[in-house]
């Protein structure tokens, strides 16, 4: 309990970096992020995440391996619940074709345990959920979803490189094949795709959400 409400704390605290420009209808201008800030606090932090219809507003951290932030919260503080985190293969130099961003599943409701919304009809026949906003120190960006599923543990959709362009056709048609919806979204090899996952049912299976990054 004391591990989840500290986390509540510095979400709290940090979500003071945000600033909504109500007075703009443009989603990419509408959100501000203090990164100087955010990073004074955390030298790791590397983007801002907002999903819609879910408790999954975060800033997002990266570390030289995917275990640190499995067990340390944004202070870099002891923490079980951990904190949402990006996959230490990407670089975000605008080149990544698929970002991954991982957070744990927590009981409270916290970090991306409301993740699992997105699998239910009741979440994503809701037009204004399928637009997350997804920000870095040199873009803010509207990433449209285009799949949502769930899948019993593997590496294949936490891919963050492609050798040939088949390579990524062929990952594109594979998690869009997987999806429990068909959100009518054209995918091409020449997007860039975000791609979020926490554990579920005891970490026998993840959920996962694609989405593209909109031009």
């Known amino acids: 309990y004391l591990n989840i409400r500290k986390n509540r704390i510095i979400k709290k605290e940090i979500s003071e970096t945000i600033t909504v420009d109500e007075n703009t209808e443009n989603k990419n201008e509408k959100y501000k992020v203090d990164f100087e800030k955010l990073k004074i606090q955390n030298n790791d932090t590397v983007a801002w995440i907002k999903v819609e219809g879910t408790k999954i507003n975060y800033a997002i951290v990266q570390s030289d391996n995917n275990n640190y932030y499995l067990r340390h919260n944004f202070n870099k503080e002891y923490n079980i619940a951990g904190w ?57 960006s509207i990433y449209r979803v285009f799949s949502t599923y769930q899948i019993a543990n593997e590496e294949y959709y936490i891919k963050t490189r492609f050798n040939k362009e088949e390579e990524f056709k062929e990952f594109i048609d594979t998690i869009k094949g997987r999806s429990v919806n068909d959100f009518n979204i054209e995918v091409t090899t020449d997007d860039q795709i975000l791609t979020l996952s926490t554990c579920a049912n005891n970490n026998n299976y993840r959920i996962v959400l694609h989405a593209k990054k909109m031009k």
């Open 84 to 140: 949402a985190f990006a996959d230490y293969k990407n670089e975000f130099n605008g080149r990544d074709k698929n970002i991954i961003v991982y957070g744990h599943n927590m009981k409270d409701g916290s970090m991306f345990a409301s993740l699992k919304n997105v699998i239910k009809e009741e979440w994503y026949s809701k037009e204004e959920n399928l637009n997350i906003i997804f920000a870095t120190e040199s873009e803010t």
